[in-house]
């Protein structure tokens, strides 16, 4: 079962703009998400997170935001750059057993 | 500090034979995982390992497959025999988790992977 589901297989923009990724989730349970970040040959890196007891977390160029009611959450990043070219996955847990659920990521592509 | 580190990060076998993944996690990281991650999807828990328990097996085809944590460090994943369709990437993961790593955190880190093609 998807629990984590991420539509958008990919999304390109322009250097300096800003890029969304979108994820929605089905388990009300989960009161934990992620993203990460995952360059070719490279294991994924932690880019940010939200409880689920707030509806925004801003991190640099980095904001991630929570809407517990649509179980939507969407990362922006602004600016973007080159250097932001990547796949990243949207990720969902519950309590505290660290048991994550991923989605199938987005390839961000930022032209020069 | 260095991060999680996998070997080998390539491996290609026939199928039938056996394979063995290594993971070393973060000094100090109580949880170690092992996730599988096929073309175009986000990574599936294989196993997770709280010390040297294995706390979540329920993902683990258990009829091929083997993982052991014995001293609750490194950690190996076996597969044995393979199969064309086990061709993937294996990561593997660390945290620090528990009241040690406080509540809301437990952040995994993941490493390089093993790319692994059965022909």
């Known amino acids: 079962d998807q629990q984590v589901k991420q539509n958008s297989p990919s999304l390109s923009v322009q250097e300096g703009r800003i890029s969304i990724l979108n994820c929605d989730y089905t388990n009300s349970m989960f009161d934990y998400f992620l993203w990460y970040k995952k360059y070719p040959a490279e294991g994924p890196t932690f880019l940010i997170s939200i409880s689920s007891i707030k509806d925004k977390n801003e991190d640099g160029r980095f904001t991630v935001f929570l809407n517990k009611s649509a179980k939507h959450l969407s990362l922006h990043i602004v600016p973007s750059q080159p250097g932001d070219s990547a796949v990243y996955f949207c990720?969902?847990?519950?309590?505290?057993?660290?048991?994550?659920?991923f989605g199938a990521g987005t390839r961000l592509t930022v032209k020069p | 500090e260095a991060g999680v580190v996998q070997s080998p990060r390539y491996k290609i076998i026939e199928k039938k034979q056996p394979v063995a993944f290594w993971c070393n996690p973060i000094?100090?990281?109580?949880?170690l995982y092992w996730y599988l991650q096929n073309l175009g999807q986000g990574p599936e828990l294989l196993i997770r390992?709280?010390?040297?328990?294995?706390?979540?097996d329920s993902q683990l085809p258990k009829d091929r497959f083997s993982a052991e944590r014995l001293k609750g460090v490194d950690s190996t994943l076996k597969i044995q025999p393979a199969e064309l369709g086990d061709s993937a990437v294996y990561l593997c993961?660390?945290?620090?988790?528990?009241?040690?790593?406080?509540?809301?955190?437990?952040?995994?880190?993941f490493g390089p992977g093993t790319r692994l093609t059965v022909l």
């Open positions: 993961a660390s945290s620090l988790t528990g009241l040690a790593g406080g509540l809301g955190t437990d952040t995994q880190y």
């Open positions: 990720a969902a847990r519950r309590g505290n057993n660290n048991d994550m659920r």
């Open positions: 000094s100090g990281h109580n949880t």
């Open positions: 390992y709280e010390n040297e328990e294995a706390v979540d």
